[in-house]
């Protein structure tokens, strides 16, 4: 794909943070983008007017909690029920509930497990047809460089996130014949709700763990997502370092 222009690009957890500077970036380039949302309504509508505006003029956003297996598939039939086709799936939405292993409960690992590894499944699952029929289509998975070096206090996000990066590979592996294409991007601290609640102590020995001494920007992690679509045909079951040097 060179063009973004007319492209179908569903975005899990899009409402903010990583997932909305993605649909800003793609919208602008003229994408038409999918924008799910799981309980925040109005930012979402709020960003598809935006979108509507602003290059993506049949933007829409669909309500899904794309943990439950059922929504998540009825996220992708609806996206190509309206939109006409899916060209682009973009795994993005997650949450982390962070406890050391003493304190982390079960709940706490089937909760995030749940919804960090198995909805990125779900998804990829619903889209399959759709890609294999029209023999085209790009998956990109946010994982994270936690899933790489692991984490104090995230036994659960680390897991789900290195579980993406296996799935990601034998995808690519599987999909390969009918021209669909799989990434990861692992991005390292990026300044997002997700970081803004970490404690700041707690931040000032992340900067000090960072080579380029600074977390990064959602829009940083966009304009990956950016390259793999337009320039990444021939990339794939690859994973995207953006991380300032956290991890080699
Ligand atoms: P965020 O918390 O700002 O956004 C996550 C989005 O996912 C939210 O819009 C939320 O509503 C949505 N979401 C959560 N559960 C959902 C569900 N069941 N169904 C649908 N949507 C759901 O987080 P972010 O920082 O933008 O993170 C985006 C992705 O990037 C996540 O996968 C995260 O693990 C990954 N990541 C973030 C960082 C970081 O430092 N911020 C670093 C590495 C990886």
Wanted: proline share 2%.
């Amino acid at each position: 794909m060179t063009t973004l222009e007319g492209a179908v690009v569903v975005i899990t957890g899009a409402g903010r943070g990583i997932g909305r500077a993605i649909a800003l970036e793609l919208g602008q380039g003229g994408a038409q983008v999918a924008i799910n949302y799981a309980h925040s309504k109005e930012s979402a509508e709020e960003l598809v007017r935006w979108l509507r505006e602003h290059g993506s003029q049949h933007a829409l956003a669909i309500q899904a909690d794309v943990s439950d297996a059922t929504q998540a598939a009825s996220l992708i039939d609806e996206a190509v029920q309206r939109l006409g086709r899916i060209d682009v799936l973009v795994n993005n939405a997650g949450i982390n509930i962070d406890r050391s292993l003493k304190n982390l409960s079960v709940e706490d690992w089937d909760t995030v497990l749940q919804m960090d590894l198995h909805s990125y499944f779900y998804t990829v699952k619903a889209a399959v047809p759709y890609f294999a029929k029209q023999r085209s289509g790009k998956i990109i998975n946010i994982s994270s460089f936690v899933g790489q070096a692991g984490n104090f206090g995230q036994a659960n996000y680390s897991a789900a996130k290195a579980g993406i990066i296996g799935f990601t590979k034998t995808a690519a592996l599987e999909l390969a014949r009918s021209n669909v294409t799989v990434n990861a991007i692992c991005p390292g601290f990026i300044e997002t709700e997700m970081y803004q609640n970490i404690p700041d102590k707690v931040k000032e020995g992340i900067l000090q763990r960072i080579p380029l001494r600074r977390v990064g920007t959602p829009q940083e992690v966009a304009r990956a997502v950016l390259y793999l679509i337009v320039d990444g045909d021939y990339i794939t079951g690859q994973t995207l370092n953006i991380n300032g040097g956290i991890y080699m």
